[in-house]
C-alpha cells in the first residue's frame, strides 16, 4: 500500500492492528503488562500530520483518550484470562516501556530529520536562482545590504560588476531557448569560478549578473 502511496489505508491498517494488539494483549496478561503503552505512540503522530485539519488531530486525540480510559476501566478490573508470574510480567512491562521509548525517539528522529531537510530545500529554492543555481536577485540585494553596512564601520572598499552576456537574443533565436539556457549555466560556472571564496555572484535577471566583491 505505501508502493503504490495509499497512504489513508495503511493509516487505518497500524490503527486497527495497535489496538487490536494492545486490547487483546493486556486482556490476556492483565494490565500490568504494559501493553497499552503502545496506543501512546499515535499521539505525536496526530498531531504532526500535515494533511489533519485542527478538529480531526483533536477528535482523534479525543477517541484515542477514550479508548484508554476504556481500556483501564475495563480491563484493570477484570483479571487476565492467563496468570503470569509477577517477575515475568515486570520485566515484560519494562520491555514494553523501553521499546515505546525507542520507537518515539525514532519517529522524532525522522520527523525533525524530514522538517531540517524540507527547510533546507526552502531555503535554497528561496535563494538562489532554479537554472543557474547562483544566489537570486533578492537574496543578493540582502547580502550588499549587509556588506555595505560592514564596509561602513570599516572603511573597507567594497566592489560590484554588472556583467551580461553579449548578443545573446541571438544566441535564443539562432539555436534556440535550451541551447540558451545552457550558455547561461556555463557562464554561471565560469563566473564563480574565477571568483574568491568571500565573493558573491547573482543572477540580476535574463543573462544579467551581479558580482559582489568586499
Known amino acids: 500500500l505505501l508502493r503504490r502511496k495509499r497512504n489513508r489505508p495503511v493509516l487505518v491498517l497500524a490503527w ?23 496506543l501512546l505512540i499515535f499521539i505525536p503522530l496526530i498531531f504532526v500530520s ?15 483518550g477514550l479508548i484508554y480510559v476504556g481500556m483501564n476501566a475495563f480491563m484493570g478490573s477484570v483479571p487476565p484470562l492467563d496468570v503470569v508470574n509477577p517477575r515475568i510480567l515486570a520485566v515484560l512491562r519494562y520491555v514494553n516501556i523501553a521499546a515505546c521509548f525507542v520507537s518515539l525517539g525514532y519517529l522524532s528522529y525522522i520527523y525533525s530529520r524530514t522538517v531540517g531537510e524540507a527547510e533546507r530545500r526552502l531555503r535554497v529554492m528561496a535563494t538562489t536562482d532554479s537554472l543557474t543555481g547562483l544566489y537570486n536577485r533578492r537574496h543578493i540585494v540582502g547580502i550588499a545590504e549587509y556588506e555595505k553596512m560592514r564596509r561602513r564601520r570599516s572603511n573597507r572598499p567594497l566592489s560590484f560588476i554588472m556583467a551580461d552576456i553579449d548578443d545573446f537574443k541571438t544566441v535564443n533565436d539562432r539555436y534556440g531557448h535550451e541551447i540558451g539556457d545552457q550558455t547561461l549555466i556555463l557562464v554561471s560556472h565560469l563566473i564563480r569560478d574565477v571568483l574568491r571564496e568571500q565573493d558573491s555572484v547573482a543572477r540580476w535577471g535574463g543573462e544579467e549578473f551581479l558580482v559582489l566583491l568586499p
Do not use: C, M, N, Q
Not at 485542527?54 to 477517541?63: D, Q, V
Open 16 to 38: 486497527v492492528e495497535v489496538i487490536g494488539h494492545a486490547a487483546l494483549a493486556v486482556r490476556s496478561l492483565g494490565w500490568d503488562s504494559g501493553f497499552h503503552y503502545y
Open 50 to 64: 500535515t494533511t489533519r485539519r485542527p478538529g480531526s488531530k483533536i477528535a482523534l486525540a479525543g477517541l484515542l
